[in-house]
């Protein structure tokens, strides 16, 4: 059971570069998130997608956007990587309702 | 901006003590509330979800809401050195689609 699947675990950027993190989830659910977390802080949801074909902001969208692929896949792209983009990035999903989200293990985003 | 409000801690207890966690939020129509445990450099991790006012127990966590007072709070009884983490208080919006963090309190349990 993999649950959600993020890649790369850690990513050294130059400033200006872009990329894209990965995520995939194997549990049919329909909603996926896209947060980070700076040091000593909370997460901040920078975009979700409530279902297939829908994203909407959360908190935190600048400098970055996203996309639903299919149920099982949501990217997050930054164009042109920033130093205050270098965080811990997490992708979670859940079913829906009032159900509980559930987390990959994180990528670990370096700008310089 | 919907905002979730955690006390960022540390909070020191010893072992075997109850260690109380709480968690306000501005969202009056939210509806559903999850406490989540992190380690160091780990992912956060479901401890607890609660619904409805009152009390849910299990094992030694205790979630307490009260939607009156806009107030969530995590009780841990016989608090373990292995209890040693942040943990961060969700908060899902009334739509059910946004689930917003408060900024965690971190636990440290001494023997």
């Known amino acids: 059971n993999a649950g959600v699947t993020q890649t790369p675990k850690f990513q050294v950027l130059k400033t200006g570069q872009s990329m894209t993190l990965q995520c995939a989830q194997d549990?049919?659910?329909?909603?996926m998130y896209w947060y980070r977390q700076d040091p000593g802080m909370g997460l901040r949801l920078i975009y979700y997608?409530?279902?297939?074909?829908?994203?909407d902001k959360g908190e935190v969208p600048n400098g970055y956007n996203v996309s639903r692929l299919n149920k099982r896949e949501f990217s997050l792209r930054l164009e042109s990587a920033a130093p205050s983009q270098t965080s811990v990035y997490f992708c979670?999903?859940?079913?829906?309702?009032?159900?509980?989200?559930?987390f990959g293990q994180g990528t670990r985003l370096t700008v310089v | 901006q919907k905002e979730v409000e955690q006390n960022s801690g540390p909070l020191s207890v010893p072992e075997g003590a109850i260690a109380s966690l709480n968690c306000t939020y501005s969202?009056?129509?939210?509806?559903?509330f999850f406490w989540y445990r992190q380690y160091s450099g780990k992912s956060p991790e479901l401890i607890m979800s609660?619904?409805?006012?009152g009390d849910k127990e299990d094992g030694r966590f205790t979630a307490q809401l009260n939607k009156a007072s806009q107030y969530v709070s995590l009780l841990i009884r016989d608090s373990q050195p292995s209890d040693s983490a942040t943990y961060l208080c969700?908060?899902?919006?009334?739509?059910?689609?946004?689930?917003?963090f408060g900024g965690g309190t971190r636990l440290m349990v001494k023997p």
């Open positions: 979670a999903s859940r079913s829906g309702g009032g159900t509980e989200a559930f």
């Open positions: 549990m049919n659910h329909n909603s």
């Open positions: 997608s409530a279902s297939e074909g829908t994203t």
């Open positions: 969202d009056r129509g939210s509806q559903s």
């Open positions: 609660i619904y409805s006012n």
């Open positions: 969700a908060v899902r919006d009334n739509a059910g689609n946004m689930l917003t």
